[in-house]
C-alpha cells in the first residue's frame, strides 16, 4: 500500500473520534482497516488531537480502491466478525456493551478470531454488573492474553465520552420521563462536560470556537480549562441537559437542534411554561420532573436524586435534592410522563 494511503489512514483514525458525524462508524470498516493493516492501537491513540477535518468517505473510497485482494479478504473478515459480535451480545443481552466487545477483538484479540467458537467465547466472558476489572480477568482466562485494564480502560475511555446508548430506554420513538433520566445517568456516568450554549454534541474545534465568540464572558473566560478538560467530549449546559435528550434522534443517536418539539428555551422559561410545577417541597417521586431554581435547573431521577450540569469546572454530576438550592420543581412540559411510580434509580 502506498505511503499517501498510510498517510490517509492516518488523518481518519484522528477524524473518526473527534467528528461527531463519523464517530457511529469508529469500531467500523475504516477503523479495522487502521488498526490491522497499518497501525497498532497504541499509535492511532496517540495521534488523535481534534485539528484534522478531511473527507471520511471519499479517503475510505480510496482506501479501499488500493487494497490488495488478500487486503480485501481481510477486510471482509473484520466487517463479519464484527456484525457477528454485535448480533451474539445482543442476542446475550449486552446491547449496551456492543462497542466493548468489539474493541477487545480489534485491540487484543484479532489473532484469536478465527477460532471456530471466538464469538461465543468472547461473548462469554461479559457478565451483569461487570467492572473492567473483572473483564480484562476473564478476557485473559479465557484467550491466554495479558491484556491490562489501563490500556482497555485509555481505549474505552474516548469511546464511552460520546457513546449514547438507547437500549434501555423504555419508548425510543417518544419523549419521555423514564428515558430522559437515562439520558441524564448516562451522561453523568460518562463524564460528560459544561460549557455555556451546548446541548450535547461532541466539542470540536469549530463549535468552541463559536461559543467562545458567542458567550466570551461565560465560554471565553474558560476557555483554558473547557480545552484542558472537555475538548473531544459531549458537553451541554443545564439546560442543554433536556435539550440535547429533546432533539435526540434515538435511531441515528444524533442531536438535531430544534426537533421534536423541545424549543430552545433557558432554564427560567421552561420553568415558566410549565403547566403542572410546585414548590421544592410538594415534588412528587415522579422520576423525569425537572428541579429548578432561578437560571438554573436539573433532572431529578428518583430516590431524592438529581443529574444536573453544574458549571464549567464540575460538568454533569449527581447530587442529593437537597443541595444546590432547588426552590421548585415541574413537568417538562415537552416529554411525555409515563409510569410516574417506577423508581429508575
Known sequence: MSATVAAALKKIAVSLLTNPKVLKTVLGIVLGIIIIIIMPIVAVVSIFNGDINIDTDRLQQMVVENLSAEEQAKLQFIETTMTDIETSMKNAGFTGRVKEAQVLYITALSDKAHESDFVSK?????????????????????????????????????????????????????????????????????????????????????????????????????????????????????????????????????????????????????????????????????????????????????NGKVVQAANTTAGVIRTSIGQSGWTHWLKIPYINYINESEDTT
Open 122 to 302: 468472547l461473548v462469554g466472558c461479559f457478565a451483569e454488573d461487570q467492572t473492567d476489572a473483572q473483564l480484562v480477568a476473564a478476557i485473559n482466562a479465557a484467550f491466554g492474553t495479558q491484556l491490562t485494564v489501563e490500556d482497555f480502560t485509555k481505549v474505552m475511555h474516548g469511546i464511552r465520552a460520546v457513546y449514547i446508548d438507547t437500549s434501555g430506554y423504555t419508548d425510543p420513538t417518544t419523549k419521555n420521563n423514564l428515558d430522559l433520566v437515562q439520558w441524564a445517568i448516562e451522561a453523568q456516568k460518562s463524564g460528560w462536560g459544561y460549557v455555556f450554549g451546548t446541548y450535547g454534541s461532541v466539542l470540536d474545534e469549530s463549535t468552541l470556537t463559536s461559543k467562545v465568540a458567542q458567550y466570551p464572558d461565560e465560554v471565553g473566560g474558560n476557555e483554558e480549562f473547557i480545552r484542558q478538560n472537555w475538548m473531544g467530549k459531549r458537553t451541554l449546559d443545564c439546560v442543554g441537559l433536556i435539550k440535547g435528550y429533546g432533539w435526540l434522534d434515538a435511531e441515528t443517536k444524533e442531536i438535531n437542534y430544534g426537533t421534536n418539539g423541545m424549543p430552545d428555551i433557558g432554564a427560567d422559561t421552561m420553568y415558566e411554561n410549565a403547566a403542572e410545577k410546585g414548590t421544592i417541597d410538594t415534588i412528587p417521586e415522579i422520576p423525569g420532573l425537572a428541579v429548578w431554581h432561578e437560571g438554573h435547573i436539573g433532572v431529578y431521577i428518583g
